[in-house]
C-alpha cells in the first residue's frame, strides 16, 4: 500500500516512512509540518520503545500510539525494516 492509500483509508493528515537513523525515504505531509525534525524525533520515539519491548519481553513492538486531544501518531515497523509514521487529525 502506498503512503497516497493510506492516507486515504485512514483519514489522515499526512504519513511518512523513514529508516531507523531517521532519514525520511517517503514522504506525504502538508508543507507546515518539518519533515526533518519529525523524521528524527519519530525515529527516536520508535528506538525507545523498541528498547523496552525487548528488554521487558524480547518482543518488538507492532504499534506505537501516541495520542492528543486533537491528534494521533501511529508507529509501525515495515517488511523493508523501516518505520510506517501516520498522522491523523481527531
Known amino acids: 500500500m502506498n503512503l497516497d492509500e493510506i492516507i486515504k483509508e485512514k483519514n489522515a493528515l499526512g504519513a511518512l516512512v523513514i529508516r531507523k537513523d531517521g532519514y ?27 528498547t523496552s519491548t525487548t528488554h521487558i ?5 507492532k504499534k506505537i500510539t501516541i495520542e492528543t486531544d486533537t491528534l494521533i501518531i501511529e508507529l509501525s515497523p515495515t517488511e523493508e525494516n523501516r518505520i510506517l509514521v501516520v498522522i491523523i487529525e481527531k
Open 24 to 50: 525520511p525515504a517517503a514522504i506525504k505531509l502538508p508543507p507546515s509540518l518539518h519533515t526533518e525534525t519529525l523524521s528524527i524525533m519519530m525515529a527516536t520515539v520508535y528506538g525507545a520503545a523498541y
Open 57 to 61: 519481553k524480547n518482543e518488538i513492538p
